[in-house]
């Protein structure tokens, strides 16, 4: 069997962010193919109404599985799966979708000063699939929604080589960091995929050290048990040119053409 034979594993995010993912299921998934899709024409999803961003999401699913036939989708964006994971589970019961939800189960159990930040989109924060998650796993912790409104577009210009303004960096991240009778945040979950590009500026902007907690090889590990090896696969990898990266909005500028070229994606 080659790879060509093989459906493809299709990551879907808001924007880029999803790449972090993606980069994570190649490691995983070496002897397969994927295909990358970005919704940039509705990017960014955290300012949506919540009705329609599912109506949205739900069509846009309806086109790229009759146009792509994966095998498994992994929908690499937190605001998107806590509003519509359910939704596209019940309008496509044939195909299987891994989700991406902020890692409070894996905080609290690593948290030992039992102060966790969640670092996420305004959309994310408000969602009550989150705060169930903090209910069921972590009821023993204080935990700290932080929703930001502009660290998505920020990630996005960061990814593509745009400099930041520490100071704007800094005022994103500061409310996750709080000191609470003489203990202090040790755990920061990145609840957007987005998020864990700049993971190293957040390292040196953050007042203190603290575990920032990226969900993405965990994603890919789920997603690789539910895809089947394939048997005499090359073990460098997927052929040239098979990856492919799907713009929603037609039109990618050329930073972003470049960035998915960097990533092994034709456009």
């Not at 509705?42 to 919540?50: D, K, R, S």
């Not at 966790?116 to 009821?139: C, E, H, M, N, W």
């Not at 920020?154 to 409310?175: N, P």
Request: glycine content about 8%.
């Amino acid at each position: 069997m080659t790879t060509s034979s093989a459906k493809p594993i299709l990551v879907f995010d808001s924007g880029i962010g999803g790449l972090t993912v993606l980069r994570e299921a190649r490691v995983m998934m070496p002897e397969r193919h994927f295909t990358y899709v970005a919704d940039d024409a509705g990017f960014p999803y955290g300012g949506w109404e919540e009705g329609a961003l599912k109506v949205r999401i739900v069509a846009l699913f309806e086109r790229l599985l009759a146009e792509h036939d994966p095998e498994i989708c992994v929908i690499a964006c937190n605001t998107a799966f806590t509003l519509v994971g359910a939704d596209l589970r019940a309008a496509f019961p044939q195909m299987r979708f891994v989700g991406t939800v902020p890692a409070i189960k894996p905080a609290a159990e690593r948290t030992r000063s039992g102060l966790v930040s969640v670092l996420a989109t305004p959309g994310t924060v408000k969602r009550a699939y989150t705060r169930d998650l903090i209910q069921s796993f972590a009821s023993q912790c204080h935990v700290r929604l932080v929703g930001s409104e502009n660290l998505a577009r920020m990630a996005e210009a960061y990814i593509r080589g745009e400099a930041l303004s520490d100071d704007d960096v800094r005022a994103e991240i500061a409310q996750c960091f709080l000191e609470q009778e003489g203990r202090k945040t040790d755990i920061v979950v990145l609840a957007c995929t987005h998020y864990p590009f700049m993971a190293n500026l957040f390292r040196r902007l953050a007042p203190w050290p603290v575990d920032w907690l990226d969900p993405a090889e965990a994603i890919a590990r789920q997603a690789r048990r539910l895809v089947p090896p394939l048997d005499g696969i090359a073990s460098e990898g997927t052929a040239a040119g098979e990856d492919i990266a799907v713009f929603t909005s037609g039109n990618p500028d050329f930073a972003t053409r470049r960035l998915m070229q960097g990533f092994g994606l034709r456009v």
